[in-house]
């Protein structure tokens, strides 16, 4: 079963000795859609406003009360790195907190079936995503290699534009994830708008993106949009941020792709 990643924004985040905030956001990896952590609202009692739990660190999710516990104090977050709200977070500034608490660096691997460090389950993704940065972007980006991040924060990109081959049908709204452990980002929710007839909102893999236009707030699907209007619907009123296999066996029978699982 996969569920709503926004579900979880708002969620209590309990440590082993107090409460230590609520969810406030996600980052992702964007070189191969994993969630890698959360931003933690802190409120009032901690210098920083806001701060990064790894999904790492997450011992469990209570669903009923809607409570994170992980394996942190309150003194560690007191001491940790801070993080200045809405900006983007470099590669120094994420070594900084993944080498202040200990949580494994996932880069170092060409691929997260690579490493066991990374969470279990995601060895179970067959391929790595083959979508292009367009090259208007490259230059950019080796220029600012020093400050270079590969996370993407939920919240910024909640609104990009999604392509079909054919034309626009529609902007991220949200994700659906593993619901246990990996934190693989299977599904994009996307807002058709009135863009197609009789379906207020669709969901594309990741791993049906062709390119990606960070700076321009883009992604482009390699399906044309007759396929995704006559897509098995979506009903998002009755999904309960859950989505059950079979709704995808249907889905990925219609696209004729090779299933994940």
């Known amino acids: ?20 905030g609520k969810v406030d956001d996600f980052y992702f990896d964007q070189s191969q859609f994993v ?28 669903y009923d009360s809607k409570k994170i516990m992980v394996e942190l104090t309150k003194d560690q977050l007191e001491d940790s790195p801070s993080i ?14 993944i ?17 066991e460090l990374i969470h279990a389950g995601i060895s179970e993704r067959k391929k790595l995503l083959d979508f292009k940065v367009l090259e208007k972007e490259k230059e950019a980006q ?14 910024e ?15 991220i709204e949200d994700f659906f994830i ?20 009789g379906k207020k909102s669709v969901l594309i893999s990741p791993d049906w993106i062709h ?4 700076h321009g707030k883009e992604i482009f699907v390699d399906k044309d949009k007759d396929q995704i209007a006559s897509a098995p619907k979506y009903e998002e009123e009755k999904s309960k941020n859950l989505l059950p296999k079979s709704y995808e066996e249907m889905l990925y029978d219609h696209y004729d792709e090779d299933k994940y699982w």
């Open 1 to 20: 079963m996969l569920r709503k990643l926004h579900s979880l924004k708002s969620f209590e985040v309990h440590g082993r000795d107090a409460k230590l």
């Open 84 to 97: 200045k709200k809405n900006e983007p977070i470099s590669k120094v500034k994420e070594q900084e907190i």
């Open 99 to 115: 080498d202040y608490f200990g949580w494994p660096d996932y880069w170092e691997k060409s691929h997260s079936s690579d490493s």
């Open 157 to 171: 990109v909640r609104g990009y534009k999604i392509h079909a081959k054919d034309e626009n049908f529609g902007h």
């Open 35 to 62: 969630v890698r952590y959360l931003v933690l609202d802190t409120g009032n009692w901690l210098k920083q406003e806001e701060t990064l739990i790894s999904t790492h660190a997450i011992d469990n999710i209570d």
């Open 142 to 155: 080796e220029k600012a290699e020093i400050a270079k991040t590969n996370l993407r924060s939920v919240e």
């Open 178 to 197: 593993e619901e246990e452990d990996s934190w693989i980002i299977r599904y994009i929710l996307v807002d058709t708008g009135k863009k197609i007839e």
């Open 211 to 214: 390119s990606i236009s960070w």
